[in-house]
RNA sequence: GGUGAGGUUCCCGAGCGGCCAAAGGGAGCAGACUGUAAAUCUGCCGUCGACGACUUCGGAGGUUCGAAUCCUCCCCUCACCA
């Protein structure tokens, strides 16, 4: 308590409008927040990322435990000193990483052990040292560390996995620290309803601030996707904030925004944008594309970011072709720009009860040729 | 003027009698990317009526069943000597 506050303001059909207090500042929800892995938002400072509309950003917690290490930075005066980032912060528990290096960990009921990716020593991660690591950072919200199964995975390796990762929340939460920053519980369970209805059964009897919605976006269609997602959120308490993992298409943070969720992160639009792919009202633009080569418009009319009000197609191609560091930049801040507002307009949106107009509008605009 | 090395598909560059439309880079073209091992990865990249055919390896001839690969002459580069 103390740590977290949540308050919801407007609703609009299933959508949800609302302020998540943190220790170190406001978040209007439903929020993005973009990913900084490694203590920087790539390509952009702190202040372009307050800039651009970012309340709360993302850090990881096993990347900055490689290196440069926990211990340092909380030497150094902890994460948001160091980075230069004053406003909230959320961290990773890791546990994405024992998805996508699946190859060089093992789980065990202790925890997980992990070959580095950077030079190969071991190290393990338990649900304790998570916590540590992640008061270490100073995060304001902490994630559990959880065990996040691929899409293939089976029934009863999903219902195993999310048992123990009650077990794990409930050792992550004793292990916090009075002063620490909020914790959150991630509700696994693949494409199984009752599995999820089990996983979120287990988490509700735990005092946690906030439940995440862990395992999707990992390879299965998006309509299951969305089917699991309607049926998991009620199952949540409504009073706290809830956080889809990883979720960042446009489409999906609209549609998703849709059914309840508060929160999202994701590395689509800075990832994207360093790939060369931009994001716009009627989808995506690929920058490399030749057709831009001669094109004195911008990425999008009427986009308010510093790359549509400065620079042409023609330019941005130029600079993205020749590898010129500014392409990154420039990209990462129109994306970001993009999904920022894009959630700005669906907060407004919200608290007019206009949500399924804004929906519409949306998808719509997408839908209309080029 | 002499001697030596060399001219390969957009560029660089392998190949040195058949398994070569020709390795490998680069450039170019297109696609992918959802709690970041990602400024990454994948595909295409001589022409065509395209699981086959046709035209290519400085030029012209020749040897051979068969040549980018061997021989002759010519053209052009580069290095060194005069």
């Given amino acids: 308590m103390g740590a977290l506050a949540f308050k919801i ?14 220790r170190r500042g406001l978040v209007d929800t439903p929020a993005f927040m ?16 307050a800039g651009l509309g970012a ?15 926990t211990k340092r930075v909380a030497a150094l005066g902890g994460l948001h000193r160091f980075m230069g980032w004053p406003g909230p912060i959320l961290t990773d528990s890791g546990g994405f990483q024992v998805f996508s290096l699946a190859a060089r ?39 559990m560390l ?3 199964p691929p899409a293939g995975a089976s029934r009863d390796y999903i219902e195993n996995a999310l048992c123990r990762d009650s077990r794990w929340a409930a050792r992550a939460l004793k292990a916090r620290s009075f002063d620490a920053g909020a914790l959150f519980g991630i509700v696994q369970g693949g494409t199984y309803p009752d599995l999820r209805a089990l996983s979120a059964e287990k988490l509700k009897l735990l005092d946690l601030d906030g439940y995440a919605i862990g395992g999707l976006s990992v390879g299965e269609p998006k309509e299951v996707m969305m089917e699991v997602l ?17 979720v960042g298409e446009p489409a999906d943070l609209v549609a998703c925004s849709g059914l309840g969720v508060d929160m999202f992160d994701c590395v689509l639009p800075t990832r994207m944008a360093r790939n060369g792919t931009l994001l716009t009202a009627r989808g995506r633009l690929n920058i490399r594309n030749q057709r831009y080569a001669d094109d004195e418009s911008p990425i999008e009319d009427g986009c308010g970011c510093l790359a549509c009000r400065s620079f042409s197609r023609a330019y941005l191609r130029h600079l993205f072709m020749s590898r010129e560091l500014l392409a990154y930049r420039l990209n990462t801040m129109h994306n970001l720009y993009y999904i920022l507002t894009l ?10 009860n206009q949500y399924d107009a804004f929906s519409r509008d949306f998808f719509n605009k997408l839908q209309a040729e080029e």
């Fill in 343 to 352: 959630m700005a307009g669906l907060r407004t949106a919200i608290e007019h």
């Fill in 105 to 143: 960990r093992q789980i065990s009921e202790e925890g997980v052990s992990f070959r580095s990716h950077i030079d190969g020593r071991a190290l393990s991660l338990t649900p304790e040292e998570a916590v540590l690591a992640q008061e270490q950072l100073g995060s304001d919200i902490m994630m």
């Fill in 146 to 148: 959880d065990e996040c």
């Fill in 9 to 22: 303001t407007a609703h609009s059909g299933q959508a949800r409008r609302g302020e998540l207090l943190t």
């Fill in 230 to 246: 309607s049926r998991t959120i009620p199952l949540l308490p409504q009073d706290k904030p809830i956080y889809l993992m990883g």
């Fill in 55 to 69: 309340q709360i950003i993302l850090g990881n917690t096993y990347h900055l435990l490689l290196r440069p290490g």
């Fill in 34 to 49: 973009p990913v900084g892995t490694l203590a920087t938002v790539k390509s952009l400072l702190p202040e372009d990322v």
